[in-house]
């Protein structure tokens, strides 16, 4: 039985056919939904050649924007949403790290029943979901059954 679905999104195209396969799925069970983005820290996603070329303060703003631009993909997949399935229960996580630890991190604080990822995101915010890449680790090293939405 699937009570509890957890889908990642990056803002790419596949991962809204991802969030929409999601919210079928999780409409077809009666189950709740979680949408989740993650948001590679200045240490996980840059490391500069030369230390001293980059300010604190630049790394502060940056990482400040990173996170900005992180909360409107989730803000706007939390959106489409409840427009879809306004009576679905729909939760929604933000998380900073690796992305696909992050995931598997989640489905099982979460106790989730199925993860639903797309095939191929775009860039390196981007990247979040590209096959050999992200949904390929997490297949590998999920705790419950990973759907891939092409």
């Known amino acids: 039985m699937i009570k509890q679905v957890l889908v990642a999104v990056d803002g790419s195209e596949n991962s809204l056919r991802a969030l929409d396969f999601a ?3 999780t409409e077809k069970y009666a189950a709740s939904l979680t949408i989740l983005n993650v948001s590679e820290s200045m240490a996980v996603s840059t490391v500069p ?3 001293g070329a980059i300010s604190a303060e630049s790394l502060v703003t940056f990482n400040k ?3 900005k631009i ?3 993909i989730l803000r706007k997949a939390v959106l489409h949403a409840k427009e879809s399935k ?3 229960p729909v939760s929604s996580k933000l998380r900073e790290g690796n992305a696909a630890s992050q995931i598997i991190a989640e489905a099982r604080e979460s106790g989730c029943d199925v993860i639903v990822v797309g095939h191929k995101g775009v860039g390196k915010v981007k990247e979040f ?3 050999g890449g992200i949904s390929e680790k997490v297949v590998h090293t999920a705790p ?3 759907i891939i939405v092409r």
């Open 23 to 25: 919210l079928d799925l």
């Open 49 to 51: 050649q030369d230390p």
């Open 65 to 67: 924007d990173l996170n």
């Open 70 to 72: 992180h909360e409107n």
């Open 86 to 88: 306004p009576n679905m």
């Open 129 to 131: 979901l590209g096959l």
């Open 144 to 146: 419950c059954p990973v």
